[in-house]
Each structure stands twice: as structure tokens, then as C-alpha cells.
């Protein structure tokens, strides 16, 4: 019997959802963004969506376009592009924990979850509908 993996075998990822907090005395957050990582598979990714007019509903006066930037930096982390700086250079799994501790900014990540998926990509939009959008 083989231990090769093949692509259709289940492999473990984690997750955690990205939440943004607008007015930390209120204690309110509002679920932005998924970051998925997939060792097995070399994976990590992250989608957002931002609900402008449900955020505004929480803090009339937040400035929009500065949690825009941060998601975008989120992102530049996630993919590892040059915008992401030193953490551009680091593997996929020290980015994932990187982006999903804990954190005192208008950005937050949730607690990490784990599961089984085929298809990492297909799984960061299925969290993305369930649990953003």
C-alpha cells in the first residue's frame, strides 16, 4: 500500500475568520474576511468583503477607506507579495499564524478552526458565504 497523497484525499486545513472592530468599547465586531492555510496542500489564501453600509451602522464616523488599506495589507501578507515586506519572505504556515493572533487593532482575527477539505480554494469561499457574506 502507497502513502502517496493524492489531490482528491482529504487533507487538514485551518481557518479563522477576520473581524473588524470599530468602536472597542462597545465590544461590537463585524466578520470581514476568512485567511485559510492548508500545509498539505501549500495553501494559504485569504478573501474579504467589506459591507460598507453595515459598518457604518456600527460607527458612523470610521474611516472606511483606512480599514480598506489594512485588509489590503492583510492580503499583501496572505499572498506574500513584495508589499508584504519582511513577511513576504516567510513560509505559508508562520504567515498564517502571523495573521491569526491575537491583536489590540481594528482588524482581529477570530479563533482558529480545522477541518478536512479536497480543495483548499473551493473551502476559503465556501467559509467566505457562510460566514461573511
Known amino acids: ?8 484525499e482529504p487533507a487538514i486545513f485551518e481557518y479563522a475568520t477576520l473581524r473588524i472592530v470599530p468602536r472597542v468599547e462597545r465590544g461590537e465586531t463585524m466578520n470581514v474576511g476568512v485567511v485559510v492555510y492548508c500545509r498539505a496542500r501549500d495553501y494559504l489564501g485569504c478573501r474579504t468583503h467589506l459591507d460598507e453600509q453595515r459598518l457604518l451602522a456600527l460607527d458612523p464616523l470610521l474611516n472606511v477607506e483606512g480599514v480598506r488599506a489594512a ?8 499572498c506574500g507579495g513584495e508589499r508584504a515586506g ?8 508562520t504567515r498564517f499564524r502571523w ?3 491575537p491583536r489590540s487593532t481594528i482588524i482581529q482575527p477570530g479563533p482558529v478552526h480545522a477541518g478536512l477539505t ?3 480554494e473551493a473551502e476559503l469561499d465556501r467559509l467566505l458565504n457562510l460566514l461573511v457574506k
Open 118 to 120: 479536497e480543495n483548499p
Open 86 to 93: 519582511q513577511a513576504a519572505k516567510e513560509p505559508p504556515g
Open 71 to 78: 485588509l489590503r495589507a492583510v492580503d499583501a501578507v496572505c
Open 99 to 101: 495573521l491569526t493572533a
Open 1 to 8: 500500500m502507497s502513502n502517496i497523497r493524492t489531490a482528491a
